[in-house]
């Protein structure tokens, strides 16, 4: 059934100074602890983070603060909730990093949910290649090491409900979790549409500003990731969504959300209706919320006072400018809503 309902970044990571919580409940934060995964694809440890419901009260700090975006105050390594809880996967955008979308991992986290993300190699913050961007199979099996180690940690694994693991993606993200729901991506459906759309595609300039030569995109690009451990998949603004093998669109079983911000300042690669690569037609189990006054960077974390004026004077993206009217707060709150609806978090 579908429905319809109107409603990358700079790099950042835990601050060290410390706010000691006093007359907070425990549940008004929640818990964040970080660890390395080690993938046998990777030649380096991939840096891993899991929020949670805390059942302590512990010291709290700030996670993704930086000279742009607003952070998220945590419990750093307090005790989990007892009990079970479900997982939500995560995974960041191109360019993105897994502590800059604290405010949707905080907020599921208070609902009841242990959320595991990673930074994927490549393509996150400080180490952002559009050549890389390319190997999409790579990023899911970042998601499935991530998941293979935090289901094998006595320190996780008794809190985790394995019959409740869900993944959530932004952007380059939602590719990633379609991937892993059972999508795979065409590589000449990709250079076609590149072709036809030029740099009136946000994602075909970028790439091509990074030298991607669409007529040979890697292997890797066409990977079949599909994990079955994996229950429900929401797809915020996923990019390549023109590329998608038709055959595997029938081995989706998963239910899926899609969210879509804006419609009019939408991003092409993110456009799932008729007027654009019509997947959301095409697909049994799926449906779609879209939240507007909004554009694709409005996913982004909120930003802090003079961010949009220190961006202009870097002669940076606009990622802190959102479309007139836009509430970029109020939209994450909307997205959260149905994020956690969808999910069946408290």
Not at 16 to 29: C, I, K, M, P, V
Not at 137 to 148: E, H, T
Not at 181 to 195: E, K, P, Q
Request: hydrophobic fraction near 40%.
């Amino acid at each position: 059934m579908k429905h319809v309902t109107s409603a990358m970044a700079i790099a950042a990571g835990i601050v060290t100074s410390l706010a000691f919580g006093t007359a907070q409940a425990a549940d008004e934060y929640a818990g964040y602890d970080r660890f390395d995964v080690r993938a046998a694809h990777r030649s380096m440890p991939v840096a891993a983070s899991i929020w949670y419901p805390a059942g302590t009260h512990i010291y709290r700090a700030p996670v993704g603060r930086s000279s742009i975006w607003k952070s998220t105050d945590a419990y750093i390594g307090a005790a989990i909730e007892a009990g079970k809880h479900p997982l939500v996967l995560l995974s960041h955008g191109s360019g993105g990093n897994m502590d800059a979308i604290g405010w949707l991992s905080s907020q599921l986290a208070l609902r009841g949910a242990m959320v595991l993300a990673v930074n994927h190699p490549g393509t996150t913050s400080g180490d952002s290649s559009p050549r890389r961007t390319m190997y999409l199979g790579q990023r899911s099996n970042d998601i499935k090491a991530a998941l293979d180690q935090v289901l094998d940690n006595p320190e996780f694994a008794p809190y985790i409900d394995k019959d409740q693991i869900s993944a959530v993606g932004f952007s380059l993200g939602g590719t990633t979790v379609l991937n892993l729901a059972g999508m795979r991506f065409d590589r000449d459906a990709y250079r076609d549409y590149c072709d036809t759309f030029q740099n009136k595609a946000q994602d075909c300039a970028f790439y091509r500003k990074g030298g991607v030569d669409f007529a040979h995109l890697p292997d890797d690009f066409a990977a079949d990731a599909y994990d079955p451990r994996i229950t429900k998949t929401v797809a915020i603004e996923p990019g390549m969504t023109y590329a998608v093998n038709e055959d595997s669109i029938k081995a989706v079983s998963n239910p899926v959300l899609f969210v879509r911000l804006g419609i009019e300042h939408g991003w092409l690669a993110s456009d799932l209706s008729e007027t654009g690569s019509n997947l959301l037609a095409r697909m049994e189990n799926a449906k779609m919320a879209v939240f507007s006054p909004a554009d694709h960077l409005t996913f982004l974390a909120e930003c802090v006072p003079g961010a949009v004026e220190l961006l202009e004077e870097m002669e940076d993206d606009p990622i802190c400018s959102d479309p007139e009217g836009t509430d970029r707060g109020m939209i994450h709150r909307q997205v959260v809503d149905e994020v956690a609806g969808f999910l069946d978090l408290r």
